[in-house]
């Protein structure tokens, strides 16, 4: 990404979230920066529970408070911090200027209203709408995502829709308000895989459509691949590695990294009895090493990896880093 | 195809699975949800066959009637020359230590009240086999052939993370020494640095103890890495079936085809053309006529939505069996 004379749309500094639970306080988002440039797709990925939902709700402010607590770090998001507003000023921002999606669409959608009026509302809140022009709108919007017969389906119940379909209307209410940034956390994960296809076909056209930036979160490296220009990994919280994608893929630099995509069965390529693997589980986040988190699992540990922790290092050139004294090179 | 057949392990022969429903049009009408629907497979002994599918089309139903912890509603399921269809409970009783199954969530098949070695050691029980000394040294043993610490004996399975509770439920599939394992998506709640670790597992597993599998999940690329042969199944029946190579390099079904394409692949560079599929998976309880995809086949015919194309020899380029339900070559 040619990123040296743009300005991010949004820039994320030395964020730290907290949540205190019975064994006592986990950070699950521990000190990690990224930016992100306007119309630039960065995918986030990592293991269940390194922290990538929580990225995504923070932005928004969205993660329960408490026990949820962000103990510093900053959220600049167009020229202002967003860990500064009031829930006021931020809840006119959800939605409008910064959208979400989630995983599971049926949790976001309330069952016992109509699609349509669901959608009216998130209209009429932020856009000078009277009903029927909102309605118009949503219809076009039902339209644009992929849904047939808009003017038909656009009274029906969330429970009367395909998952497919559902995720669809999820799209379409996000982007119904035109956001700058797109926040999409597993978008197709529970969905089929031609469902899947057509989901993030939509999700990707739509983003090049609007003039969008997107957050995609995901856990399945095959989507970041095909959609994002950069991607950032997750592992316990900490940003171990982010580049362009290209780089990640071709010239992966963090040991995590490189054993990730290693491990994933590879469709073109002929069978093979043993998988590489990445030895041992992700460590418990009540219970951190002191040195690198991925010391006990890492071919390449030394002594001084056990001793501090490894920051990311980002070349002012590639904007590429890596959190490892021993990258793959 | 006739090759073959006196050494399948398993036959299963025109297999329906039906579940009585309350739907349709007349929400009083009992409607039929054909979740399996004339559906014949074989297995070799030390064989894998992948059975890949969308969500809902069949495949926990078809490995469940296999095992039989659904009653068929019609066919037949020969096992090592039995047919356990419609076996009583207690002439089944010799057959279930043969056949086993694994689950995509252990946690759910695992009871939570009971430690690891107790569960362990409940097959041994169920089946009379040895004293109690003799089970307690084959549950050291299984959890040792999985993987586990022997310590693991008297921890409870919530204690576990889920690619060690999908060992826990993998030790207690072979804890009989099986012959055949029913795989129903066993890797699919895994991520994936987890996911390899359990795959490697299997395939140890199967070479050291000549196990057949029926691996079910509904990703391609780790189906192809596991199995030998692959059945596609839409809407409750199997529409190909081939050697996993052929089948992944020449499908003919429009369908497979579009599946194949629909896989998103860790390779930058260029989005492939890609073949997008309309609409949804109908549903099963009123599945379309003729070809039960022609609602989103690209390749549909006015003959399709008539005549239901009938499971048809393709020539496969290795000699070996390779079968495609349509009425077109495609
Ligand atoms: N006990 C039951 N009673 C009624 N219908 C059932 C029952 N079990 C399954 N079905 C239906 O049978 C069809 C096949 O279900 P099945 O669970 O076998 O699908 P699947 O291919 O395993 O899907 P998934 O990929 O989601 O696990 C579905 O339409 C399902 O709703
Ligand atoms: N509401 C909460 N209370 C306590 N812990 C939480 C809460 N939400 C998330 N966490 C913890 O934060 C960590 C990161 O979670 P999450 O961001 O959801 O992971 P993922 O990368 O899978 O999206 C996990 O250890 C999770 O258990
Ligand atoms: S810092 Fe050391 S332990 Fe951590 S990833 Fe790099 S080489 Fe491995
Ligand atoms: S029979 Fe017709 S609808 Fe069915 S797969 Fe073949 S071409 Fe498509
Ligand atoms: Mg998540
Ligand atoms: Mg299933």
Same mark, same amino acid.
């Given at each position: 990404?040619?990123?040296?004379?743009?300005?991010?749309?949004?820039?994320?500094? #030395?964020?730290?979230?907290?949540?205190?639970? @019975?064994?006592?306080?986990?950070?699950?988002?521990?000190?990690?920066?990224?930016?992100?440039?306007? #119309?630039?797709?960065?995918?986030?990925?990592?293991?269940?529970?390194?922290?990538?939902?929580?990225?995504?709700?923070?932005?928004?402010?969205?993660?329960?408070?408490?026990?949820? @607590?962000?103990?510093?770090?900053?959220?600049?998001?167009?020229?202002?911090?967003?860990?500064?507003?009031?829930?006021?000023?931020?809840?006119?921002?959800?939605?409008?200027?910064?959208?979400?999606?989630?995983?599971?669409?049926?949790?976001?959608?309330?069952?016992?209203?109509?699609?349509?009026?669901?959608?009216?509302?998130?209209?009429?809140?932020?856009? #000078? *709408?009277?009903?029927?022009?909102?309605?118009?709108?949503?219809?076009?919007?039902?339209?644009?995502?992929?849904?047939?017969?808009?003017?038909?389906?656009?009274?029906?119940?969330?429970?009367?829709?395909?998952? $497919?379909?559902?995720?669809?209307?999820?799209?379409?209410?996000?982007?119904?308000?035109?956001?700058?940034?797109?926040?999409?956390?597993?978008?197709?994960?529970?969905?089929?895989?031609?469902?899947?296809?057509?989901?993030?076909?939509?999700?990707?056209?739509?983003?090049?459509?609007?003039?969008?930036?997107?957050?995609?979160?995901?856990?399945?490296?095959?989507?970041?691949?095909?959609?994002?220009?950069?991607?950032?990994?997750?592992?316990?919280?900490?940003?171990?590695?982010?580049?362009?994608?290209?780089? *990640?893929?071709?010239?992966?630099?963090?040991?995590?990294?490189?054993?990730?995509?290693?491990?994933?069965? @590879?469709?073109?390529?002929?069978?093979?009895?043993? %998988?590489?693997?990445?030895?041992?589980?992700?460590?418990?986040? %009540?219970?951190?090493?002191?040195?690198?988190?991925?010391?006990?699992?890492?071919?390449?540990?030394?002594?001084?990896? @056990?001793?501090?922790?490894?920051?990311?290092?980002?070349?002012?050139?590639?904007?590429?880093?890596?959190?490892?004294?021993?990258?793959? $090179? | 195809?006739?090759?073959?057949?006196?050494?399948?392990?398993?036959?299963?022969?025109?297999?329906?699975?039906?579940?009585?429903?309350?739907?349709?049009?007349?929400?009083?009408?009992?409607?039929?949800?054909?979740?399996?629907?004339?559906?014949?497979?074989?297995?070799?002994?030390?064989?894998?066959?992948?059975?890949?599918?969308?969500?809902?089309?069949?495949?926990?139903?078809?490995?469940?009637?296999?095992?039989?912890?659904?009653?068929?509603?019609?066919?037949?399921?020969? !096992?090592?020359?039995?047919?356990?269809?419609?076996?009583?409970?207690?002439?089944?009783?010799?057959?279930?230590?043969?056949?086993?199954?694994?689950?995509?969530?252990?946690?759910?098949?695992?009871?939570?009240?009971?430690?690891?070695?107790?569960?362990?050691?409940?097959?041994?029980?169920?089946?009379?086999?040895?004293?109690?000394?003799?089970?307690?040294?084959?549950?050291?043993?299984?959890?040792?052939?999985?993987?586990?610490?022997?310590?693991?004996?008297?921890?409870?399975?919530?204690? !576990?993370?889920?690619?060690?509770?999908?060992?826990?439920?993998?030790?207690?599939?072979?804890?009989?020494?099986?012959?055949?394992?029913?795989?129903?998506?066993?890797?699919?709640?895994?991520?994936?640095?987890?996911?390899?670790?359990?795959?490697?597992?299997?395939?140890?597993?199967?070479?050291?103890?000549?196990?057949?599998?029926?691996?079910?999940?509904?990703?391609?690329?780790?189906?192809?890495?596991?199995?030998?042969?692959?059945?596609?199944?839409?809407?409750?029946?199997?529409?190909?079936?081939?050697?996993?190579?052929?089948?992944?390099?020449?499908?003919?079904?429009?369908?497979?085809?579009?599946?194949?394409?629909?896989?998103?692949?860790?390779?930058?560079?260029?989005?492939?053309?890609?073949?997008?599929?309309?609409?949804?998976?109908?549903?099963?309880?009123?599945?379309?006529?003729?070809?039960?995809?022609?609602?989103?086949?690209?390749?549909?015919?006015?003959?399709?939505?008539?005549?239901?194309?009938?499971?048809?020899?393709?020539?496969?380029?290795?000699?070996?069996?390779?079968?495609?339900?349509?009425?077109?070559?495609?």
């Amino acid at each position: 990404m040619s990123s040296e004379n743009k300005t991010p749309l949004l820039s994320v500094r #030395n964020l730290v979230v907290e949540f205190s639970t @019975r064994y006592g306080p986990v950070r699950a988002v521990d000190d990690i920066s990224f930016d992100v440039y306007p #119309n630039e797709t960065v995918g986030i990925v990592g293991e269940s529970g390194c922290g990538k939902t929580v990225t995504g709700l923070t932005l928004l402010q969205l993660i329960p408070m408490p026990p949820g @607590r962000i103990v510093q770090g900053s959220i600049n998001f167009d020229g202002r911090d967003l860990t500064k507003l009031s829930e006021k000023e931020m809840q006119e921002m959800r939605g409008s200027d910064i959208s979400m999606i989630f995983q599971e669409p049926m949790t976001a959608l309330n069952p016992v209203f109509s699609v349509g009026n669901q959608m009216i509302d998130v209209l009429r809140r932020h856009k #000078n *709408l009277t009903r029927r022009q909102a309605r118009e709108l949503a219809i076009n919007m039902l339209d644009t995502v992929g849904i047939p017969a808009p003017r038909k389906r656009i009274d029906e119940y969330p429970h009367q829709m395909s998952g $497919g379909m559902r995720q669809r209307v999820m799209i379409a209410m996000a982007l119904s308000c035109g956001p700058k940034l797109l926040i999409a956390d597993e978008p197709t994960t529970a969905l089929d895989v031609t469902t899947q296809a057509q989901v993030m076909e939509q999700i990707v056209k739509l983003q090049d459509e609007f003039h969008m930036s997107m957050i995609l979160v995901t856990h399945d490296l095959g989507v970041v691949a095909e959609s994002c220009d950069r991607a950032i990994v997750m592992y316990c919280g900490n940003i171990i590695e982010t580049a362009a994608i290209d780089d *990640l893929f071709h010239k992966p630099q963090h040991p995590y990294t490189r054993g990730l995509l290693d491990s994933i069965p @590879r469709i073109r390529e002929e069978r093979i009895t043993e %998988l590489p693997i990445i030895r041992g589980m992700v460590p418990d986040l %009540l219970h951190l090493p002191d040195g690198c988190r991925f010391a006990d699992r890492c071919p390449r540990a030394t002594d001084e990896c @056990r001793q501090d922790k490894p920051v990311v290092n980002i070349d002012p050139v590639t904007g590429n880093g890596v959190a490892c004294y021993h990258p793959m $090179g | 195809m006739s090759a073959d057949q006196p050494e399948a392990l398993l036959r299963v022969e025109g297999l329906k699975t039906y579940f009585p429903v309350r739907g349709g049009v007349f929400l009083t009408a009992q409607a039929q949800c054909k979740a399996v629907d004339d559906v014949s497979i074989h297995i070799g002994p030390g064989e894998t066959l992948g059975l890949v599918g969308e969500s809902g089309c069949g495949k926990s139903t078809l490995g469940k009637t296999i095992v039989r912890l659904i009653k068929p509603t019609d066919g037949r399921i020969l !096992f090592d020359g039995s047919d356990l269809s419609s076996m009583s409970e207690r002439a089944l009783k010799p057959h279930r230590r043969q056949v086993q199954m694994i689950f995509q969530d252990p946690a759910d098949s695992l009871n939570s009240r009971h430690s690891i070695g107790n569960i362990l050691e409940e097959p041994f029980i169920i089946h009379g086999i040895g004293d109690a000394a003799e089970r307690d040294r084959r549950v050291a043993r299984l959890l040792d052939v999985v993987g586990l610490p022997s310590s693991a004996v008297e921890r409870f399975p919530f204690e !576990f993370s889920g690619g060690q509770r999908q060992r826990i439920g993998i030790a207690r599939a072979v804890a009989l020494n099986p012959k055949l394992i029913i795989c129903d998506e066993p890797v699919s709640a895994l991520d994936v640095s987890i996911q390899s670790q359990i795959l490697n597992l299997m395939l140890d597993l199967q070479q050291e103890m000549n196990l057949s599998y029926l691996f079910i999940a509904h990703d391609l690329a780790v189906v192809k890495h596991v199995s030998d042969r692959i059945a596609i199944m839409y809407l409750g029946r199997i529409v190909e079936m081939g050697g996993a190579d052929e089948v992944y390099e020449r499908p003919k079904h429009p369908y497979t085809q579009a599946l194949i394409s629909a896989i998103p692949e860790p390779v930058p560079g260029g989005k492939r053309e890609r073949q997008i599929l309309a609409g949804d998976v109908p549903s099963p309880i009123d599945p379309p006529s003729g070809c039960a995809f022609h609602t989103r086949c690209p390749h549909a015919q006015p003959k399709c939505s008539e005549e239901r194309p009938e499971l048809r020899d393709v020539v496969a380029r290795t000699g070996e069996e390779h079968v495609v339900a349509c009425h077109f070559d495609v």
